[in-house]
């Protein structure tokens, strides 16, 4: 399973900037990696996994902005067609979960 969040914050001034590095930093912090500019996505193992992180989010949102969270699966995310140009790129895979022996 995949969590995106998609954002769009105010940046106007220089305390509405703070904010919106703050949020995207929460979200490094979390685990999330950046897709694109106002785009994070992150693996996670489990739905209940995935509830935690959305939990997360949703306790460090801006107070202004648009802001949205979506799960989709993995098979979902990897039939996402992802260019660089015109050149087709693979999309990313699910991490490998750690095992102990």
């Known amino acids: 399973m995949w969590l995106l969040v998609l954002f769009d914050l105010p940046v106007g001034t220089k305390s509405q900037r703070k904010r919106a590095t703050k949020f995207r ?47 989709v699966t993995d098979q979902q995310f990897t039939r996402m067609l992802c260019f660089d140009g015109k050149s087709r790129v693979p999309t990313e895979n699910m991490p490998n979960q750690l095992e102990f022996f």
């Not at 949703?58 to 902005?65: A, D, F, I, S, V």
């Open 25 to 71: 930093k929460l979200l490094l912090e979390d685990g999330f990696k950046m897709m694109q500019f106002s785009v994070y996505m992150r693996p996670c193992a489990s739905e209940e996994n995935a509830a935690v992180h959305l939990q997360r989010v949703k306790q460090t949102l801006p107070p202004l902005g648009s802001v949205r969270i979506m799960q």
